[in-house]
């Protein structure tokens, strides 16, 4: 995992509550063994205006310019502004393996789906929560001002605008820390492996049935 | 203390916690993982060049359930793609030695309905899975719940998980179901009452005098669908109806095991006196059919009411929505539900594809037919075992007699991986647990109901009230 710096981006407003990981990458593209490549088929149904199958050229296809992210004033774009219970639905990692494909490095909503939002910081990509007000108020921002930007500091979990407007928000710190180091949570994980050996022994003399 | 059932399915698999802060991460052992075919193959491969092996491999049970064909399998998978990532499953599987039900095997099924089936879900465990209706497995008392590939991953390498705990919900449903009244009309009402989002950050179990009445198949419904109301994780305590379920299953645990294992799995339901964050209350008698009408489950009505009128929602940002999940379904404000005709009707996921399930359909449809304008009918057995115990009762032929398709399990047109789905515009009603857009099929429309009313929207061709069929009958 790539570590996590502070950068200022361009913002795209997806305006509609419970995106779901369905319509963030559709089945038909689940089929792939690989991480990576998704990001052509993201919000697939909504992007383009024909049918979306595995193998597709996708600069052939024919694009829904009335999508958000068909517009160029968000060509480049790195933030994404969502509204409440984004990511709900399926476990699917490869939604935020396309969004992170396509270029998103951070996601801004009131609320996430909960696995959704976990998955994220497994790979490295940053949902933040801000309250709905600050989020509307972004919503009016990002439509109404062109190459409208904002800075992610992590580190200082402050989102800032060009017009110096500062958002605090908050971040797990053992989550922070992760993605500030660009750490593999499974390695650090193993340093307490005599420690899972333990607890394991105890519960196979305490359980044994669990490990027939 | 007094605990909550998920505080002690918490606080027994504690392995290591960085502060006594409960927000903390904290690492949780993993008792059983099961795994399929779409979110693991990436896991594996990361499990390799990092040249890990998995912890503990008879934690693990492995099924390919997304994209098996559910016709004739004597040929193998026609999709190329569909039969990579299942030969993948196989290959790991075989590699690492895991055990797997592979494609022909009579167990095979959707994976979470051959877990309890096999008795590979036993109270008191945490059970994972890289799917979000991991939380079905809650029923019987454990702490599962649906997780990315990443973690399973991690699960493979560690059998833990990193997480913070969650908030808990009571659901309390008192008294008794109206006829006709199942599980999957108590979790839609649940969602409708709460919304999507009502159980983000909370863990819920069901209570209440309805609940323990139910079968665990009912339960199983209504835990699979915990997840559509937000939560990771649903549960139900243990009790006579847990235990009888479990008891003689091949992966339960026998003799004076099984006696050591029942007296423990006694211990697990919430404490008398035990504080959740959260109590929502139904009322059971109040619960009709529910039928969905838009792209969000929390887009639910009963079988007597009417699609809704954007016209009359103040907020902005909700009236926009239902303008556009209207404009997908097709629908126009303040139609009855009743009029709402269908093209295809599809029984099975693992929401509803359990013997119990296909019973409550097959008595509806016996001796009928299903409508001249319904295209396409699919009963799609949870598992072999399903199938094979519905053929022993002859349920079978009471759907190909009534004009149904009876097919191999697996997860099939819950979300069209396979291909059985929708085209664009059919209308279906579905036993399944998602009528997002495009889910059952690019463009295709996805009503959610119980089986008994998919069953009666078949014989019909448009949705009815199942009591009213059941009062004729």
């Not at chain 1, 989550?175 to 005599?194: F, M, V």
């Not at chain 2, 979470?112 to 079905?136: K, N, R, W």
């Not at chain 2, 839609?188 to 139910?214: C, Q």
Request: hydrophobic share 40%; proline share 4%.
């Amino acid at each position: 995992m790539n570590k996590f710096h502070t950068f200022t981006g361009l913002v795209a407003p997806l305006d509609r509550a419970n995106v779901d990981t369905d319509a963030i990458i559709p089945k038909q593209f689940l089929k792939s063994i690989k991480r990576s490549g998704f990001g052509q088929n993201l919000f697939d149904e909504w992007r383009y205006l024909d049918h979306g199958e595995r193998g597709m050229d996708s600069s052939k296809r024919v694009l829904n310019s009335e999508f958000v992210l068909n517009q160029a004033r968000y060509s480049g774009v790195e933030i994404l502004l969502a509204r409440a219970n984004f990511g709900c639905g399926s476990s699917r990692e490869h939604a935020p393996w396309s969004l992170q494909d396509f270029g998103f490095r951070v996601i801004i909503a009131p609320s996430f789906a909960d696995i959704f939002f976990n998955n994220c910081f497994k790979i490295g990509l940053l949902p933040i929560i801000l309250d709905s007000g600050t989020v509307d108020y972004l919503f009016d921002e990002v439509k109404s001002i062109d190459g409208y930007r904002l800075t992610v500091d992590l580190h200082n979990q402050l989102i800032t605008t060009a017009k110096n407007e500062v958002f605090n928000f908050a971040v797990d710190a053992f989550r922070k820390h992760c993605l500030l180091n660009g750490l593999d949570e499974i390695g650090l994980t193993l340093q307490h492996a005599e420690k899972i050996r333990q607890f394991e022994q105890k519960r196979r003399n305490e359980q044994p049935w669990l490990f027939a | 203390m007094m605990q909550t059932l998920y505080d002690k399915l918490w606080s027994q698999h504690v392995v290591h916690a960085e502060s006594d802060d409960p927000n903390s991460m904290t690492l949780i052992y993993i008792d059983r993982h099961l795994v399929h075919e779409v979110t693991s193959p990436q896991a594996f491969e990361s499990l390799r060049l990092a040249g890990r092996k998995p912890w503990r491999l008879n934690s693990i049970l492995a099924v390919a359930d997304h994209n098996v064909p559910t016709t004739d399998r004597s040929h193998g998978i026609h999709d190329p793609v569909s039969r990579l990532q299942v030969d993948t499953l196989d290959q790991n599987c075989d590699e690492l030695g895991i055990t797997e039900f592979k494609m022909n095997d009579m167990r095979q099924g959707i994976v979470h309905v051959i877990g309890p089936e096999q008795g590979a879900t036993l109270p008191g465990m945490t059970v994972v899975c890289g799917d979000s209706h991991t939380s079905t497995h809650g029923a019987f008392g454990c702490l599962a719940f649906g997780i990315g590939t990443s973690e399973v991953e991690h699960v493979l390498a560690t059998q833990c998980l990193l997480m913070k705990k969650s908030k808990t919900m009571q659901i309390s449903v008192e008294g008794e179901l109206g006829r006709g009244i199942t599980a999957k009309d108590i979790a839609l009402a649940i969602i409708g009452e709460i919304g999507t989002a009502g159980g983000t950050g909370y863990a819920i179990e069901f209570t209440g005098s309805a609940i323990r009445a139910l079968s665990m198949e009912g339960r199983m419904t209504l835990c699979n669908m915990a997840i559509e109301a937000g939560a990771r994780a649903g549960m139900v305590a243990v009790d006579d109806t847990t235990i009888n379920y479990i008891k003689g299953r091949p992966f339960a645990p026998q003799d004076e095991l099984w006696d050591k294992a029942v007296a423990y799995w006694r211990t697990l339901h919430s404490d008398a006196d035990a504080v959740f964050d959260r109590t929502v209350k139904l009322d059971a008698v109040q619960i009709k059919p529910q039928v969905t009408w838009g792209t969000s489950p929390e887009m639910v009505t009963t079988i007597d009411g009417s699609v809704p009128d954007p016209s009359h929602i103040a907020d902005e940002v909700k009236r926009h929505d239902m303008e556009q999940a209207l404009n997908y379904m097709g629908l126009r404000p303040n139609t009855p539900i009743q009029q709402i005709m269908l093209d295809k009707i599809f029984i099975g996921s693992c929401t509803n594809s359990r013997i119990e399930d296909l019973r409550a359909a097959a008595q509806i449809v016996n001796g009928k037919h299903i409508a001249a304008n319904i295209k396409q009918a699919l009963v799609v057995p949870g598992s072999g075992l399903v199938k094979k115990q519905a053929e022993q009762e002859g349920l079978d032929q009471v759907f190909l007699a009534a004009g149904f398709e009876w097919r191999e399990p697996g997860c099939s047109m819950c979300l069209a991986m396979n291909d059985d789905r929708l085209t664009a515009g059919e209308r279906c009603a579905s036993t399944s647990n998602r009528n997002f857009e495009g889910r059952q099929g690019p463009g295709g429309r996805t009503h959610l109901v119980s089986p008994a009313m998919a069953a009666a929207a078949a014989i019909a061709g448009h949705f009815v009230d199942v009591r009213e069929i059941q009062q004729q009958s």
